[in-house]
C-alpha cells in the first residue's frame, strides 16, 4: 500500500522505521513543523523529520487543513495514513481522504486512558498492565473503532520513559500487522466497549509538584510517572516566587523507616530519606536549582547541608531545628 505517515516525537522514530523496512511504501511524512528547542531555543526538527530525510523520504510540515493541504493529499494516492503522536487534529475533509482511513497508533488498551498521556498516567495510576492499540481515527478523542491490541507488563520500577521505550518498539510491530491485515482485508473494525473509558490529558508541571501528605506509594508512581516529562520537583524554603524547585528523580521506598513527617529530610551516609504519611522513601538523583541532576546524598553533602542541618522540610517553607 501506499502510505502517509503523520508523526512527530521520538517515539514515533520506531514506527517510521517499522513501516519503511515493511512491504508498504511510504511516499511522504507528515510532521509537526520545526519548533524551538534547548537553552537556545533554536529551531529543531522533529525526531520524525530527521529519520524520514535521512530514508531519503519527502516531508510535509504544512498544518493539515485548507484547500492546498487537501490538495496535496489527494495528490499523493495514499490509501492508508498511520498515525503516532502526530500532534495536529485533523478534521473531517482530511479523514475521509485516505481509502482505508487514518490509523492511530495509541499507546494504551483503549478504552483506558484516551487522550495526550496514557503512559505516564497508567504510571501514576498504579496500572500493572497496559499496551498499544490501532484504530481508526474518527472526529473524536481516542474513540475510533479498533483494529489492533498488543500488551505489556509495567514493571515495579518503570518510568514513563522505560514504558514508552517499550511500547514504542511492539506498538511499531503491532502498525505494521494491522496495515498487513488491513490490505489483505483480513480485519473488522471494532467499536470500542462503553466500560472502562479513562482519561489521559497531558500532565503540566502543576501535576509534577509532589505533595508528601499522601502515602509513599503515591509518590513513587507520580515521580516515576513524571519522568522524564514533565519532571518531578518539590520546593526547597521561601515564600511565593523566593521557593526554590528541586527536581527529583525516581524515588526507593523504604518500609522500615516511619519516623520521619512528611516532607522532612534525614541525610544518612549512603542515603538520603523523606517521609511521607506513610514511611520514608530514598530520594534518587535531584537537580537543585541552577545545577544539573546529582546523586542525592553529593546534594546532601554539598549545597543542601545547610538547609538539612537546619530540619528541612520539603514542600514548604517550614525549616524547624
Not at 498492565?129 to 474513540?143: H, I, N, Q, R, S
Request: with cysteine; charged share 25%.
Amino acid at each position: 500500500m501506499r502510505l502517509l505517515f503523520a508523526g512527530t516525537p521520538e517515539p514515533a522514530v520506531a514506527s517510521l522505521e517499522a513501516l519503511i523496512a515493511s512491504r508498504h511504501e511510504v511516499v511522504a511524512v507528515l510532521t509537526r513543523a520545526d519548533a524551538p528547542a534547548g537553552r537556545g531555543r533554536r529551531l529543531t526538527p522533529s525526531p520524525v523529520r530527521v529519520r524520514a530525510e535521512e530514508s531519503g523520504v519527502p516531508v510535509i510540515t504544512d498544518r493539515p487543513r485548507g484547500e492546498e493541504f487537501l490538495s496535496t493529499l489527494r495528490e499523493l494516492g495514499v490509501d492508508a495514513a498511520p498515525v503516532v503522536a502526530y500532534g495536529h487534529i485533523l478534521r473531517p475533509e482530511v479523514l475521509a481522504v485516505p481509502r482505508l482511513g487514518w490509523v492511530n497508533l495509541h499507546f494504551s488498551v483503549l478504552p483506558a486512558w484516551r487522550g495526550a498521556a496514557p503512559v505516564q498516567h497508567a504510571v501514576i495510576a498504579g496500572d500493572e498492565v497496559t499496551g498499544a492499540t490501532t484504530f481508526l481515527l474518527d472526529e473524536g478523542m481516542d474513540t475510533g473503532p479498533v483494529l489492533g491490541t498488543t500488551t505489556e507488563s509495567i514493571r515495579p520500577r518503570d518510568t514513563s520513559g522505560d514504558l514508552l521505550a517499550r511500547l514504542a518498539v511492539s506498538g511499531a510491530e503491532l502498525l505494521v500487522r494491522t496495515l498487513d491485515a488491513l490490505e489483505d482485508g483480513a480485519l473488522t473494525p471494532r467499536p470500542q466497549p462503553a466500560d472502562g473509558v479513562s482519561v489521559a490529558p497531558k500532565l503540566t508541571p502543576a501535576d509534577a509538584e509532589i505533595r508528601w501528605h499522601v502515602p509513599a506509594t503515591a509518590i513513587d508512581r507520580r515521580i516515576r510517572g513524571c519522568t522524564p516529562a514533565p519532571g518531578a520537583w518539590t520546593t526547597l524554603p521561601g515564600e511565593g516566587p523566593d521557593a526554590a524547585r528541586l527536581g527529583l528523580g525516581p524515588v526507593t521506598p523504604v518500609p522500615d523507616v516511619t519516623d520521619l513527617a512528611p516532607g522532612r529530610v534525614r541525610a544518612e551516609k549512603k542515603r538520603v530519606l523523606a517521609g511521607t504519611a506513610t514511611h520514608a522513601v530514598a530520594l534518587g538523583d535531584v537537580r537543585p536549582p541552577g545545577k544539573r541532576p546529582m546523586p542525592a546524598p553529593d546534594w546532601a553533602r554539598g549545597a543542601g547541608r545547610a538547609l538539612i542541618d537546619a530540619g528541612l522540610v520539603l514542600g514548604g517553607s517550614e525549616v524547624r531545628a
